[in-house]
């Protein structure tokens, strides 16, 4: 049973920091590019940070960049995402996603629940 559940998120004061951590199981985590989306209240879900299965090369949405960043630990089947310097409007759902892409053409897609994080003073 592919599973992929986060946790880490919260509530912190701006300019504070959080680390999130998505635990997988049930799928070969390692083949898979690991991403972290995010979803605020009215808004459409958004990509704030991938890294890759080979190599660890990453990218980052614009809006979060140096301040937020992704690894991965392919022995414990983990992601994470620190995130530094938080802002008001990072406060949203955060989701964890493993993705793959094969051939012939095609794609595999696993969610995680989702994590609250709110930046609040």
């Known amino acids: 049973q592919v599973q992929l559940v986060e946790s880490g998120g919260g509530l912190v004061q701006p300019g504070g920091s959080l680390r999130l951590s998505c635990a997988a199981s049930?799928?070969?985590?390692?083949?898979?590019?690991m991403r972290w989306y995010r979803q605020a209240p009215g808004k459409e879900r958004e990509l704030v940070a991938a890294?890759?299965?080979?190599?660890?090369?990453?990218n980052y949405a614009d809006s979060v960049k140096g301040r937020f960043t992704i690894s991965r630990d392919d022995a414990k089947k983990r992601v994470y995402l620190q995130m530094n310097s938080l802002k008001p409007e990072d406060t949203a759902v955060y989701y964890c996603?493993?993705?793959?892409?094969?051939?012939?053409?095609?794609?595999?897609?696993?969610w995680g629940q989702g994590t609250q994080v709110t930046v609040s003073s």
């Open positions: 996603n493993a993705h793959l892409s094969y051939s012939p053409p095609g794609t595999l897609d696993y």
């Open positions: 049930g799928f070969t985590f390692s083949i898979y590019i």
């Open positions: 890294i890759s299965s080979v190599g660890g090369s990453t």
